[in-house]
């Protein structure tokens, strides 16, 4: 196996843990006599004293050059996939003992860096974004199918991940077909559509956050803003909300929101309005129309570390125009996937928020993603989701 040494004291956040080493902390590439190293292939890291730290597989087209995979030199790739998959499945049906659809395995998170695999019944959907898991994708395909009854297994890639490992932006159907599924999150039922469906097909990070919504939801008007597939509104009706608004710039989302409020039999008077979220706030504003609870799931506003500061003033303006449209005693639910937002700044955001709308707000819950979503504490990139639960007076 050809040997990546790493520079002086740089093994230092690997052996704390974290399963990257970046391009420029590689002093140099000890190759074997056989051949080059090409990207996916699995090399031995060393640190700057020539002592053993890790394998992992290699990338030279990207600026995370490899992703640690095992402590061992000896690697049966397909002993260690076979065991990393029923580890990550085992850990799901732990929190989950009566749930068919979760995500499966959450890259580095799971111990299998580059790799997602979203479980929908028997529809297994995946996210590849490391030459490596490129690589073996058969060989996950075979486990899949022979160990998990795989009936459908087909690739969901957003490109810009793909990009910045060097790999195509191409989608491919693995096994099976590309079926329609109807799922379940433990209260609401969901048509899943895999060819229109945004990511996988469903936002299973918000699941536990959608659950925890549903018991402050009786009796009250709510609103659910940027309701993608209308999760966290099916959860209020559920929970006995009189009243549910759905918004969503997306007609197509807006149609899936109606479609799973009629497969959810929900008898609530309920709304699915299709505008910007921000436009739909401000009307609202000038109608003087009111809710006694809100939920603000946007999509990320700070993709990069350049666009955090444009990212933080959108933020801090649509949580300001909710809490103006809260009745006294109101419950604001707020969300942001945004990883370059850290949970300091975002509990900062909603307190400036608060000034500017007139309000006070009281923190009595805050989260991250559902625990089919676990991290490495070693690692903060595995961390992302930052949910809050305030209260307006």
Known sequence: MSKVILRKNEERRVKHGHLWVFSNEIEKRVESDECR????????????????????????NSLIAVRIISHEKEIDLEKLFKELLHRAFELRKTVYPTRNSFRMVFSESDFLPGLIVDKYNATFVLQ????????????????????????????????????????????KILFGGVNEEIISDGTAKYKINFSTGHKTGFYFDQCDNRQFIGQFCKGKTFLDCFCNSGGFGLHAAHGGATEVAFVDSSVEEIKNARQNFELN?????????????????????????????????????????????????????????????????????????????????????????????????????????????????????????????????
């Open 37 to 60: 190293i090409m990207s996916g292939d699995i090399v031995e890291v060393y640190d700057f004293k020539n002592n053993f730290i890790g394998c992992g597989f290699y990338n030279s």
């Open 128 to 171: 590849v974004y490391s030459a490596g898991m490129e690589r073996n994708l058969e060989l996950i395909t075979k486990i899949l199918q022979e160990d998990f009854s795989a009936q459908n297994i087909l690739t969901k890639n957003e490109e810009y991940f793909r990009k910045l490992e060097g790999l195509p932006a191409e989608d």
């Open 265 to 393: 039999e929900l008898t609530c008077r309920a709304e699915f309005i299709q505008s910007d979220v921000f436009d739909y706030l401000e009307q609202c504003k000038a109608e003087k129309k009111t809710f006694d609870i809100i939920n603000l799931d946007p999509p990320a506003f700070a993709k990069s570390k350049k666009s955090l500061t444009k990212g933080i003033k959108g933020y801090e303006k649509l949580n300001r125009l909710a809490m103006e449209l809260l009745n006294e005693g109101g419950l604001l639910f707020t969300s942001s996937c945004s990883y370059h937002l850290k949970e300091e700044i975002f509990l900062n955001l909603l307190s400036n928020a608060a000034i500017k709308a007139g309000k006070q707000i009281q923190l009595f819950h805050f989260n991250n993603a559902s625990m089919d979503h676990p991290s490495l504490p070693a690692m903060e990139e595995t961390t992302y989701l930052k949910f809050a639960a305030v209260r307006i007076r």
